[in-house]
């Protein structure tokens, strides 16, 4: 069976077995979970997390912090990010294909508050940019090979007011209660 969809009648995907449109699909997926798993492992500070999204020798380009995977997560887990926040937010992700090999463009808006210890809030960062990776497929697995944070702008914020009634609502945590963790685990019971 094969994908005849193009209005005009020509397509490149005409003679695209169904089959490997659907395992495209399902590359694109796996990899865009990858970039979505590893927001979420920084932003929770799940440094085994993040390192799952990488191949073991993995190089990523964070400027100043730029290494090896294992030197990356070594320096996470001595500088934790403690009681600040950091949120990133995954916009556009644009994934090329082939043959077990693969590019991706994810943009991503990262907001970044970050506590000094003493109870008052260092300045605040917003960063606009993109996560450039080139991914590899080994064992049905895509993990990173090579990742480039790539800052297209920046801009410090000051101070962090409070948000009217931002008080009466859940409050997120790196730790075992935070609402997202409980639900996974509710949903991991009802599979057994």
């Known amino acids: 069976m094969t994908e005849r969809r ?12 169904v089959s490997e449109l659907l395992q495209l699909l399902m590359d694109e997926r796996d990899i865009t979970r990858v970039v979505l798993r590893y927001a979420h492992g920084i932003d929770r500070g799940d440094i085994d997390m993040v390192a799952a999204c990488y191949h073991p020798g993995a190089y990523d380009d964070h400027g100043y912090a730029s290494g090896t995977v294992e030197e990356f997560t ?3 887990r001595k500088h934790p990010a403690g ?3 950091r949120q990133h937010l995954i916009g556009n992700v644009l994934i090329e294909v082939r043959a077990g090999a693969a590019v991706s ?4 808006l990262c907001y970044m508050e970050d506590l000094d210890g003493s109870g008052s809030v260092a300045p605040i960062g917003l960063f606009g940019g993109r996560y450039v990776d080139r991914l590899e497929k080994r064992d049905g697995d895509w ?3 090579r990742r480039i944070c790539v800052i297209d702008w920046s801009r410090e914020l000051g101070a962090a007011p409070s948000a009217p009634k931002a008080d009466t609502f859940r409050r997120g945590s790196s730790d075992d209660l935070d609402p997202a963790v409980l639900a ?3 949903l991991a019971a009802l599979r057994r």
């Open 6 to 17: 193009a209005l005009d009648g020509h397509s490149a995907l005409d003679e695209v077995p």
């Open 74 to 76: 070594a320096r996470l």
């Open 83 to 85: 009681q600040g926040v």
């Open 105 to 108: 463009e994810a943009y991503f």
């Open 143 to 145: 993990r990173i090979l």
């Open 184 to 186: 996974l685990r509710e």
